[in-house]
């Protein structure tokens, strides 16, 4: 039998994340997958984890210390022996029917390249993620919160898998009401935590682009928009669902290079969203606004200066105008 799926699972110092895990991933009710684990050189009980659940599961264990996440996601599909890749996080918990859920709807619709589903994410943890911080502040901060979705996101902010004009992304596969959506729901992109696609159309665009630097921020958007423009649909189904225990441990403290990540940002705007037309000019530059005073509040609040860098991210990202025009033309 053919290998159906590989499981590329992306790890650094987030042991206890792991062991959850790939115990919910012996719980499968399908079993023909791989599993590979790249680790970033981690040096706390990983290599234990690892060993144990070696015993229930194929696994593959890779190591790659390079800091880019582009590259280090990239190792994981080369390295990949099955039909289908997906990449999910290491602080992710799969539901039980996960895996035979996306071989049956993918092997049922071969025009469908790849497909994601819901990444819950429970309200206490939400907080921890940039974007949703808003919803749980008072006063002027939480007017932003609500500019935000009515303008950035054309009140968009339970919708899932769509990129708005400005360059925002919809956030509703981690809020509870995406496990309401009936059937497959044409989409944008995956979500970068839980994310399969047909490992022969990723070697065909040549995988992940190492343009995106250090945490690879929108290099899975990138990636999946690629495939998707060969002429396949992306999908979303909410019987791909996950639990995403978001986790702060491991390369989650890289997310302050805020220059590195306008950088990413401008380059995956520029290469796929923008279109020389006044409302996208409008919102994007607004967008870019919003983004910089946020850079500000980051630092004042974490009293951190290096927040700030996402100014000079902003400057440098700039040079991606002329790539647009490239493309475009």
């Known amino acids: 039998m053919n290998l159906k799926l590989s499981i590329i699972i992306c790890t650094f110092n987030r042991a206890e994340n792991l062991n959850k895990c790939l115990s919910a991933i012996t719980e499968q009710s399908f079993t023909n997958f791989e599993v590979i ?60 029917d996960w895996a035979r859920s996306i071989v049956e709807i993918l092997d049922k619709h071969p025009n469908i390249a790849g497909i994601s589903g819901p990444t819950i994410v429970k309200k206490e943890l939400l907080k921890k993620r940039d974007v949703f911080s ?5 006063g002027l901060v939480a007017l932003f919160g609500k500019f935000w ?6 009140n968009g902010k339970h919708e899932v898998g769509r990129i708005f004009k400005s360059g925002a992304w919809s956030p509703g596969s981690n809020f509870p009401q995406s ?11 995956l979500e970068a935590c839980n994310m399969t696609l047909r490992r022969k159309l990723v070697k065909q665009v040549n995988g992940f682009d190492y343009g995106y630097k250090e945490v690879g921020e ?43 990540r306008m950088e990413n940002f401008f380059k995956f ?15 994007f530059s607004s ?33 991606f105008i002329k790539r647009a025009k490239q493309i475009k033309t």
């Open 37 to 96: 684990v790249v680790d970033g050189g981690s040096d706390d009980r990983t290599n234990e984890v690892i060993d144990k659940f070696s015993k229930k599961l194929s696994i593959k264990k890779v190591v790659d210390t390079r800091k880019e996440l582009a590259r280090v996601r990239d190792r994981g599909w080369q390295e990949a022996k099955g039909e289908l890749v997906v990449w999910i996080d290491d602080d992710v918990v799969v539901s039980q």
């Open 134 to 138: 808003f919803y749980h502040k008072k």
């Open 149 to 154: 979705n009515w303008f950035f996101l054309e």
């Open 179 to 189: 496990l309401e959506i009936k059937g497959l729901k044409n989409v944008d992109y």
């Open 218 to 260: 929108w290099s899975e958007l990138d990636l999946c928009i690629r495939v998707k423009n060969l002429g396949y649909n992306l999908v979303f189904s909410s019987r791909v669902m996950v639990n995403h225990n978001i986790s702060q441990a491991g390369v989650y403290p890289r997310r302050k290079q805020a220059k590195q």
């Open 269 to 283: 705007y520029f290469t796929h969203i923008f279109k020389p037309q006044l409302n996208y000019i409008f919102k």
């Open 287 to 319: 967008y870019i606004l919003f983004l910089n005073t946020y850079w500000l509040y980051k630092a004042i609040t974490m009293k951190n200066l290096n927040w700030l860098s996402g100014w000079t991210g902003t400057i440098t990202g700039l040079k």
